[in-house]
């Protein structure tokens, strides 16, 4: 079982603050290639991050605690020490500050920029990175009024 | 000789004048401490992905031992042909030499720069409209070029008319600064980087630690020779009246001279991504890179900005003091003034009443 002797620090960084430090049982990451939990403990591992929810279990202490524990991020790298987790990412917002209007546009122009890719390739990844952005934002939104 | 009512006229215009200058010190001096604030709060992430890179240059040759091809090309230097200049002042004037300060240095650095081709970027108002009347607009052209896939498709083609040119300007981002509008020119910059349009990037900023400690420098941005050091051609210091000037304002102000103390939370940020295990790497070093490389480069475009704003609100306190120093001087000689004038006057009144009683 976890206890105070066995918990990650878990610090989310973006370019203009640190939005979270303080400490966890658990981290659900969205790396690049799929969603993966770090547990303490764990191998040290640098991995890029796509666009997803981050989620920590069972967080305390911090000058953050109490608050939402799970946060949209898009793009970044993660650091995976054995009892540190360090998230660097381009974005991040709790679920509830997320506008779903934006979002919602930033889809269709997902879309709008898929469909006139034509034939370059790096026309479709940009496409695609703005589509998947969009729609994790949206489905972080959307759960977090069914909560 | 003026009157009493003309000079207290006069004092009560000064007056109203101070009370502007006042107001406007005080709220630079608010502005100022939140943009400090800002630039201090970006400091981990910049830290950190500074270590991180330094530690995967360190572990992982730049030039790929298999295939000989180097894993960037943002690590590749090529002979500096074409230069890409990003000037960044600010939005407003009334800051005393701030705008100036930078514009100078950069003309600077494009005159020492001779014959080569230059492309200037702006950010602020105030670069932007002092290029602007200099230097012309770069001209795009469309042009029809044949693809084998799907017939014909038009691309823009650079048609360059003079050997300095301004390729763009960036209006309105200071003044609610975002990360993300610095990461859009960065992406930019690295874009023509990638593309060989240009050979090099420098950028001309007001680089602030403190009220008192600030200097307006040209760095070298692209390409990459060492990770984590300014790399600088050039600095202005600030003189010593500048500083004990500033030292003043930001003194009556209750302004901090002091830089924060942030030696924990850096050393703290160093250690991100440096440990001395053996990470599991999910991605390739081509694509870690990749994904490192416009994010580091963004990261210190931020800091660029966010230094600029913090400078060019603590420039307007200072010279919002220093005008305000000026009028309360003025207000003092016209006070002085009219006191003697009213006095002059009291004295030949009674002359003229006593040589009156004289005379009868």
């Known amino acids: 079982m976890a206890d105070s002797t066995n918990q990650l620090r878990v610090r ?66 993660v650091e995976v020490l054995p009892d540190r987790v360090t ?37 479709y990844t940009e496409a695609e990175r703005v589509i998947r952005e969009a729609e994790a934002k949206l489905a972080s939104a959307g759960d977090a009024k069914t909560h | 000789m ?95 030499a701030f705008n100036g300060n930078i514009l100078k240095a950069a003309f600077n650095y494009i005159h020492d720069r001779g014959e080569k081709e230059i492309d200037i970027e702006t950010v602020g108002r105030k670069s932007t409209d002092a290029f602007r009347r200099r230097y012309p607009a770069a001209i795009y052209n469309e042009k029809k070029v044949d693809n084998p896939a799907d017939g014909e498709m038009t691309v823009k083609e650079r048609d360059r008319k003079a050997p300095i040119e301004m390729v763009g300007d960036h209006l309105g981002i200071l003044e609610k600064l975002e990360a993300h509008s610095a990461f859009e020119i960065a992406e930019e910059i690295i874009r023509r980087y990638v593309h060989e349009e240009i050979d ?81 790497y999910d991605e390739s070093p081509e694509e870690l890179f990749n994904g490192l490389l416009p994010q580091y480069v963004s990261a210190m475009l931020y800091h660029a900005m966010a230094e600029s704003v913090a400078a060019e609100h603590a420039a307007r306190m200072t010279a919002m003091d220093a005008a305000t120093n000026n009028a309360s001087d003025m207000i003092d000689a016209y006070t002085l003034k009219m006191n003697r004038v009213r006095q002059a006057a009291i004295t030949k009144e009674i002359i003229e009443i006593v040589s009156g009683a004289a005379a009868v």
């Open chain 2, 2 to 96: 003026p009157s009493v009512l003309d000079l207290k006229r006069r004092i009560r215009s000064v007056k109203n004048t101070r009370q502007i200058t006042k107001a406007m010190k005080m709220v630079s001096a608010a502005r100022l401490r939140r943009a400090q604030a800002r630039a201090l709060a970006a400091r981990p992430y910049a830290q950190m992905i500074t270590s991180v890179l330094e530690s995967l240059v360190r572990r992982i040759e730049i030039i790929d031992p298999e295939t000989n091809n180097i894993r960037h090309p943002l690590f590749l230097s090529r002979p500096e042909k074409r230069v890409l200049l990003v000037v960044i002042a600010g939005d407003r004037g009334f800051a005393g």
């Open chain 1, 87 to 123: 998230i660097l990412a381009n974005d991040a917002q709790a679920p509830a500050q997320i506008d779903t209007a934006r979002a919602k546009e930033q889809l269709e122009h997902g879309h709008k920029l898929w469909s006139d890719a034509g034939d370059d390739a790096d026309k």
């Open chain 2, 200 to 280: 090099a990037c420098y950028i001309v900023y007001n680089e602030f630690k403190s009220v008192i400690q600030q200097r307006v420098v040209t760095e070298r941005l692209l390409p990459l020779i060492e990770i984590g050091k300014h790399d600088i051609t050039q600095s202005i210091e600030l003189t010593r009246e500048e500083r004990e000037e500033a030292a003043r304002a930001a003194a009556s102000a209750g302004i901090e001279l002091q830089e924060p103390d942030t030696h924990e939370a850096d050393e703290e940020a160093k250690k991100f991504g440096t440990a001395e295990v053996d990470y599991i």
């Open chain 1, 12 to 77: 989310l960084v973006t370019p203009e603050r640190v939005i979270v430090d303080l400490k966890a049982d658990a981290v659900e990451l969205p790396a690049k290639t799929g969603y993966m939990e770090v547990l303490y403990g764990h191998a040290p591992l640098l991995a890029e991050l796509g666009a997803g929810d981050v989620t920590l279990h069972g967080a305390t202490g911090g000058e953050n605690a109490g608050n939402s524990d799970r946060y949209n991020v898009s793009w970044g790298f």
